[in-house]
């Protein structure tokens, strides 16, 4: 995974809530093993109409959006656990989403896959919208090692939970195998220790 401390970008807004993972990736693509190709299919159904033509207004189509960064509805990532969700959505090339709420499956899915999920107040995520819409290439930052939000040229800065594990992996770009092997000389010496005191 790549290494993740601070990430300055404009955003996408989708104001819509409940969105569950099926809506994110729907089943029909669920056949492959491995995560290429997931992004071109993010939001199929409602990127595309019935003729496989690009629905202009939806967000992602919309030319005045951009960023890795998806402010999303209250309660994201809901349904089923299908982990192409956050396949789909860092193959898309998304970094961030910032929502109210994550469904809990859906929050440790795109963590394990170097996606971060930011998760604010309903107030928050009202006045990130109102942001948006008055200047739709608003900039924000967000610093994972000070866990903080910001928009910049703006008087909005929030902070928000991560756990510590997690965090340590994202700004180290760290899997779970990667985290174990990062600790490799530490276990060797316990386990030298432990032989020795047998």
Same mark, same amino acid.
């Given at each position: 995974?790549? !290494?993740?401390?601070?990430?300055?970008?404009?955003?996408?807004?989708?104001?819509?809530?409940?969105?569950?993972?099926?809506?994110?990736?729907? #089943?029909?693509?669920?056949? #492959?093993?491995? !995560?290429?190709?997931?992004?071109?299919?993010?939001?199929?159904?409602?990127?595309?109409?019935?003729?496989?033509?690009?629905?202009?207004?939806?967000?992602?189509?919309?030319?005045?959006?951009?960023?890795?960064?998806?402010?999303?509805?209250?309660?994201?990532?809901?349904?089923?656990?299908?982990?192409?969700?956050?396949?789909?959505?860092?193959?898309?090339?998304?970094?961030?989403?910032?929502?109210?709420?994550?469904?809990?499956?859906?929050?440790?899915?795109?963590?394990?896959?170097?996606?971060?999920?930011?998760?604010?107040?309903?107030?928050?995520?009202?006045?990130?919208?109102?942001?948006?819409?008055?200047?739709?290439?608003?900039?924000?930052?967000?610093?994972?090692?000070?866990?903080?939000?910001?928009?910049?040229?703006?008087?909005?800065?929030?902070?928000?939970?991560?756990?510590?594990?997690?965090?340590?992996?994202?700004?180290?770009?760290?899997?779970?195998?990667?985290?174990?092997?990062? !600790?490799?000389?530490?276990?060797? #010496?316990?386990?030298?220790?432990?032989?020795?005191?047998?």
């Amino acid at each position: 995974m790549e !290494k993740f401390s601070t990430l300055i970008s404009t955003t996408i807004p989708l104001n819509i809530s409940n969105v569950d993972t099926d809506q994110i990736i729907p #089943a029909r693509f669920l056949k #492959a093993t491995d !995560k290429k190709g997931f992004g071109d299919n993010l939001f199929r159904d409602w990127r595309y109409d019935k003729q496989d033509h690009l629905i202009p207004d939806f967000a992602l189509n919309n030319n005045k959006y951009s960023g890795s960064i998806l402010v999303a509805g209250d309660n994201f990532g809901c349904g089923s656990s299908r982990e192409h969700a956050a396949w789909a959505l860092v193959g898309y090339g998304f970094k961030v989403i910032i929502s109210s709420f994550f469904a809990d499956i859906f929050k440790g899915n795109a963590l394990n896959n170097g996606l971060l999920p930011i998760q604010v107040s309903e107030k928050i995520l009202e006045e990130l919208f109102t942001a948006i819409n008055n200047n739709a290439k608003v900039q924000f930052e967000i610093n994972l090692e000070t866990q903080t939000l910001t928009v910049l040229d703006t008087q909005i800065e929030t902070t928000f939970d991560i756990d510590p594990y997690k965090k340590t992996c994202l700004i180290n770009g760290y899997d779970d195998i990667d985290y174990l092997l990062s !600790k490799k000389d530490k276990i060797e #010496a316990f386990e030298l220790q432990k032989t020795h005191s047998l």
